[in-house]
């Protein structure tokens, strides 16, 4: 079994974990609340291990470290549910106050030691490691910081394991933190160098799919975090469930990497439509694709036609036929073979599992490597350049033992990733991209409840 530990870090990690965690945790049959497996089908179980660890008592505990500087922000997930494991909440005494600095050189480095204490328990109880999955947003000082810290640690320690990122991006729009330019910018180095595949989110593109895709009057961020949740169950189907294309983490990796620094995803999901709009919807295959390929359909605010795909990849839950989805995806690249590069010859991969999400017949995922996304670098690099050129805030970090110089650096950092995107679409670089077989996925089918995805009825 080729097992994932989960690490979720800061306030808004923890959010989105804990929205995974209850998306995956039905899919499996298990009960949040109390961890009890109460599902019909062996499908179910067969590779539950991925995710989930097993006790004496028939109880299952999801295998993750949830981390914070402070304590009061993960408490409700410890009387919330006997999902998570009590020993492994890590907390220090203070908050990291939304600054990097504070994160990975002082409250963060405290707790450094215990999180990798807890990380290497998880790591010596599995069978076969496939590497480490991160949830964090790089707008605060923990979610930046400590993740920063823990990333450079997991790679000195596990130096043959990919390690995963789900990043909240911030978004100028919808910014709470008068710091974030700085904490994003000093997050990108360890992003570019430790980790293997960046997945991109960002709150604006997911408030706007509530507001105009499902007409949902915002007033907090479950319906965003329950968005991303889905979309990570759709992105780990293939890991979850037996017989896909896909079935690994590094399977990921190189199909959708070309090079290792241009590693930075766009996910989407569909259907992300009203329960009144799916009553007119056609429930095709080919609806899918078309909602997948659309702007209004992906986690961040990128717009692909902008840029050039360098690989996509499609992942899709339900009854269908597999020729008829690989003739529809290839079908969009022939129609718009302008938006993608032409020294790449086979960058669409698609995969297939029966077994559809709850509430929805059939769904699909989208992964895009597309060059679209150094527009978001140059928003996070012109915000960061206009404070540092007057040094607003600067005594902050420098304060807590960082240099004005590590801010160059990471200013250059930044710069070289939006060249090479730029030069990738320009077709100044050449490489391969790589396709696949799949292997039939079981017959079996799993239940899936009544109830809507995304409201009440």
């Given at each position: ?14 959010a989105i974990g804990d929205a995974f965690w209850h998306v995956i945790s039905h899919e499996h049959g298990v009960d949040y609340a ?318 297939i599992c029966d077994i559809p999400p709850r509430g929805l017949k059939m769904s699909a995922t989208f992964i895009g490597n597309t ?7 140059q928003r996070l690099l012109d915000g960061s350049t206009v404070m540092l050129r007057r040094k607003a805030h600067l005594h902050w ?61």
């Amino acid at each position: 079994m080729r097992e994932i530990v989960t690490l979720q870090i800061g306030g808004a990690g923890n959010a989105i974990g804990d929205a995974f965690w209850h998306v995956i945790s039905h899919e499996h049959g298990v009960d949040y609340a109390s961890g009890r497996f109460g599902g019909t089908s062996p499908l179910q179980l067969e590779r539950i291990n991925v995710f989930f660890n097993a006790t004496a008592s028939k109880r299952f505990y999801a295998r993750t470290i949830i981390i914070d500087t402070e304590a009061s922000s993960i408490q409700r997930l410890h009387a919330s549910s006997q999902l998570y494991r009590p020993e492994n909440f890590v907390a220090g005494s203070e908050s990291a106050g939304n600054n990097f600095a504070r994160g990975y050189h002082t409250d963060g480095a405290e707790i450094l030691e215990q999180v990798l204490d807890n990380t290497r328990r998880e790591v010596e109880s599995v069978d076969s490691l496939q590497g480490f999955q991160l949830l964090h947003s790089i707008g605060g000082g923990t979610g930046s910081g400590l993740t920063s810290l823990i990333m450079e640690a997991l790679v000195e320690q596990y130096p043959d394991n990919l390690l995963c990122n789900y990043v909240t991006i911030p978004s100028p729009n919808m910014s709470q933190v008068v710091v974030e330019p700085y904490n994003a910018l000093l997050s990108t180095p360890a992003l570019v160098n430790n980790s293997h595949l960046t997945f991109c989110l960002d709150n604006e593109a997911l408030f706007q799919i509530c507001n105009r895709n499902l007409k949902i009057k915002m007033s907090g961020y479950e319906h965003i975090n329950h968005i991303v949740g889905l979309t990570m169950s759709g992105i780990t189907t293939c890991l979850r469930f037996p017989g896909q294309l896909n079935a690994g983490l590094r399977k990921i990796y190189v199909n959708m990497v070309p090079f290792p620094r241009l590693h930075f995803l766009i996910p989407g999901f569909a259907p992300l439509v009203t329960c009144k709009q799916q009553q007119f919807s056609k429930g095709t295959v080919s609806e899918l694709v078309q909602q997948i390929f659309s702007s209004n359909n992906l986690l961040c605010a990128v717009d692909l036609r902008k840029g050039k795909l360098l690989t996509a990849a499609g992942i899709f839950r339900g009854r269908m036929s597999p020729r008829e989805v690989d003739q529809l995806m290839t079908g969009v690249r022939n129609k718009n073979i302008n938006n993608f590069v032409d020294w790449i010859p086979n960058n669409i991969k698609t995969a297939i599992c029966d077994i559809p999400p709850r509430g929805l017949k059939m769904s699909a995922t989208f992964i895009g490597n597309t060059t679209a996304i150094q527009s978001l670098f140059q928003r996070l690099l012109d915000g960061s350049t206009v404070m540092l050129r007057r040094k607003a805030h600067l005594h902050w970090y420098t304060g807590e033992g960082m240099e004005e110089q590590e801010f160059m650096d990471a200013q250059q950092e930044l710069q070289a990733i939006i060249d090479d995107y730029r030069s990738s679409a320009e077709g100044e670089d050449s490489g391969g991209g790589g396709g696949g077989s799949r292997d039939d996925d079981s017959g079996d089918e799993i239940p899936v409840g009544p109830r809507c995805t995304y409201c009440a009825e």
